[in-house]
C-alpha cells in the first residue's frame, strides 16, 4: 500500500512563491549593480535630470533680440550725432553772415546804388581778384574774398558786384560789395556771401567793378 503524503499541494505553492522572491531578488541586484558607479561603491542608483519644456502659453509676443538693441542704439545715437552737428553747423553760419554783415551792410547798399548807373563791366575790374573762402570757416556757407587794391594815384571809392552762377551759366543770385575812400596803394577785402543752398554747387563770378 502506497503512503500518501501529507501537505502536498501546500509545500508546492510554497516552493513556487520562493523560487520568484529569489528572482525578484536576482533581478533588483542586477539592476542596482547596473547603476552604480565603476570605482566600485555602492551609492544609490543616478537618475538623470528631465528638462521642464517652457510654458509657451504665457509668452505675450516675440522679445527683441540683443542685437536688434544694439542696432537701435546706434541708430539713435547716429542720428542724434547728425542732428546735433547740423545745429551747430547752422550756428556757425549764421555767427559768420552776422559778423560779414555788420560790417559791410552799409557799403553793399551803396555799391549797389552806384552799379545801377554803370553800363557794362565798368571801369576798375583789374583792381579786383576774389579768393574762395574755406567752407569749414564760413559755417559752410559759400563765401568769397573781395580783394579790392586802389591802384590809381588818388583816392577812390569801389564798388563790386558777385554773381553766381550754377552748372548751366545762369545766375542765381547777385551780391554787391564796396570800399569807401581807399588811399593810393589802399587794400579792402569784403566779403561777398551766398545765401543759396550748398547744393547745387555755384560758381562765384566777377561781374561788375566801378571805381567813383
Do not use: W
Amino acid at each position: 500500500m502506497s503512503r500518501r503524503t501529507h501537505g502536498g499541494p501546500a509545500r508546492t505553492g510554497r516552493s513556487r512563491a520562493t523560487a520568484a522572491l529569489l528572482a525578484t531578488l536576482t533581478c533588483g541586484a542586477a539592476l542596482v549593480s547596473c547603476s552604480t558607479n565603476s570605482g566600485g561603491d555602492s551609492g544609490a542608483a543616478s537618475v538623470a535630470p528631465r528638462a521642464t519644456p517652457p510654458d509657451t502659453s504665457r509668452f505675450s509676443g516675440t522679445p527683441p533680440s540683443a542685437l536688434a538693441s544694439a542696432a537701435s542704439s546706434i541708430i539713435g545715437s547716429a542720428r542724434a550725432s547728425a542732428s546735433a552737428a547740423a545745429s551747430s553747423l547752422s550756428a556757425a553760419a549764421s555767427e559768420f553772415e552776422a559778423s560779414v554783415s555788420a560790417d559791410t551792410a552799409r557799403a553793399s547798399a551803396q555799391a549797389q546804388a552806384e552799379l545801377k548807373k554803370v553800363q557794362g563791366p565798368g571801369n576798375a575790374r583789374s583792381d579786383v581778384a576774389m579768393t574762395g573762402m574755406p567752407r569749414a570757416k564760413t559755417g559752410g556757407l559759400l563765401a568769397v574774398l573781395v580783394n579790392i587794391t586802389n591802384n590809381t594815384d588818388r583816392t577812390a571809392s569801389y564798388a563790386v558786384q558777385i554773381d553766381f552762377k550754377n552748372a548751366d551759366g545762369k545766375v542765381v543770385e547777385t551780391r554787391f560789395v564796396g570800399a569807401e575812400n581807399l588811399k593810393p596803394g589802399q587794400r579792402a577785402q569784403p566779403v561777398a556771401i551766398s545765401r543759396q543752398p550748398t547744393q547745387p554747387q555755384l560758381t562765384p563770378v566777377l561781374a561788375k567793378a566801378q571805381r567813383y
